[in-house]
């Protein structure tokens, strides 16, 4: 196993992909040392730790070294930073701006205990997996690509793109319609595929996607696939631009059923079309508010595409109120990551400066509870109203994404909501009541 303290979760997504595709590791996120150490007190092989100097106003390096050497842990350290200090025999010092395919050779290295740069081979896994949908960032495809099929007892791979073709956008869409969640490579080329991704990646953020033809559909794929990318301002960008041409759709549009109708149908993940619909239905309650203005309105929109990014898939994402949370049997880990999502969101947030300050407080209240920690349905006067019109464009929104088909009963989720809330969030669903018949007059 090996220990990653970063930060920065688009650098960790990076060494992550790109250490897992040549190494058959699991490997960790922890956000401190003393995480990563009370790790290591119980799980015997852990092998490297990567980590910074300093983390905050932590030494972190300095905390996993002592360690190291007074429990005599077989286990080796790479330092994100060259300080200068005496070195340990264990210790690598890599500069801070290491590429990620020279950190991931370090690691590599250091696995290989006589020095060889050879990764060992992959024992268990032959395929390795990709976000489906990730597929999009790329212009051709740098190797094959297939799906996993089961037949009876066995999985068996069924290629659907080849080395060298061209992506096509409707091809990927059609699997995507049809549930695809992961493509696989062959093992050999999962580098290859990460790499091209990875490029690509860089290349779409640092021209924030003037040159591409594709725009609105790689800006979708960025957004959906914010866990596995991460965060960071290019894409607080694509957001923003996203949400202005969501609004001007909303201003020429003149059936708002349309509207969602269209977004009900767009292929993807839950988390990608819950962020569109509940930030339409944002803009219909607060555009009916006149205490709310449009620098209010923009802080609303924005929490609408990373409320979540905190939560790992849609079974977490989709729970919203104690009893559904009571009854999920999640694992302990699970528990805790959906309890306290709202608050580790605000707080991953706050480190983006440009994020304003009314985002990160809806974000923190999303559940219903000022602390951001738990689900409550009794809203209380510190749950403001921007975070009210949030919760209720988000209620409404996940009930139509969930609805099995497109007829949707929105009497009957009005209603649903009211009850829940106690009627406390009926002024904002009568006003997104009001928009859907005065669109069908
Ligand atoms: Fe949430």
């Known amino acids: 196993m090996i220990i990653i303290i970063e930060t920065d979760q688009t650098l960790f997504n990076m060494l992550q992909i790109n250490i897992s595709s040549q190494l058959p590791m699991k490997i960790m996120p922890k956000d401190n040392a003393s995480e990563a150490i009370a790790l290591m007190e119980i799980l015997p092989d852990i092998k490297i730790v990567i980590c910074r100097a300093k983390t905050g106003k932590e030494d972190t390096a300095a905390k996993i070294i002592k360690e190291i050497k007074s429990e005599k842990y077989d286990c080796k350290v790479i330092v994100l930073e060259q300080t200068g200090e005496p070195t340990e025999k264990f210790v690598t010092y890599l500069a801070s701006t290491s590429p990620v395919d020279i950190v991931t050779k370090t690691v590599i290295t250091l696995i290989n205990n006589d020095g060889s740069e050879k990764a060992p081979p992959m024992v268990q896994r032959s395929y390795f997996t990709i976000p489906f949908s990730l597929l999009k960032l790329l212009e051709k495809f740098p190797c094959d690509f297939y799906l996993k099929i089961k037949k009876g007892d066995l999985n068996d791979y069924l290629k659907v793109f080849n080395a060298g073709e061209d992506v096509d956008f409707g091809k990927i869409d059609n699997y995507l319609g049809k549930g695809a969640k992961k493509a696989y490579v062959k093992k050999d080329d999962g580098k290859k595929a990460v790499e091209e991704i990875n490029l690509r990646f860089k290349k779409i953020l640092s021209h924030s996607l003037d040159d591409c033809p594709y725009q609105a559909k790689v800006e979708s794929v960025i957004l959906e696939n914010l866990e596995f990318l991460g965060l960071n301002k290019a894409v607080l960008q694509i957001a923003n631009s996203s949400i202005s041409k969501l609004n001007n759709e909303l201003k020429s549009s003149k059936n708002l059923g349309s509207v969602i109708n269209n977004i009900y149908k767009t292929p993807g993940s839950l988390r990608y079309r819950k962020s569109f619909m509940t930030a339409v239905f944002c803009q219909i309650i607060a555009s009916k508010e006149t205490s709310v203005d449009s620098r209010m309105m923009h802080s609303l ?95 409404v929104a996940l009930r139509i994404i969930n609805s099995p088909t497109p007829s949707i009963k929105l009497n009957a989720i009005f209603s649903e909501i009211s009850h829940s809330y106690s009627q406390h969030l009926d002024k904002y669903l009568a006003s997104i009541k009001s928009s859907f018949t005065s669109n069908h007059e």
């Not at 880990?333 to 300050?357: F, M, Q």
């Open 301 to 395: 929109q924005i929490a609408c595409f990373f409320n979540d990014f905190s939560l790992q898939n849609e079974i977490l994402i989709a729970i919203r109120s104690l009893e559904e949370f009571n009854m999920s049997l999640l694992s302990k880990e699970d528990g805790k990551d959906v309890e306290t999502h709202a608050l580790r969101t605000a707080e991953a947030l706050s480190k983006i400066k440009e994020i304003p300050e009314e985002t990160l407080k809806i974000i923190k209240q999303h559940h219903g509870v000022a602390s951001g920690q738990g689900f409550s349905q009794s809203l209380t006067t510190q749950i403001g109203v921007l975070s009210q019109i949030f919760i209720t464009a988000e209620e």
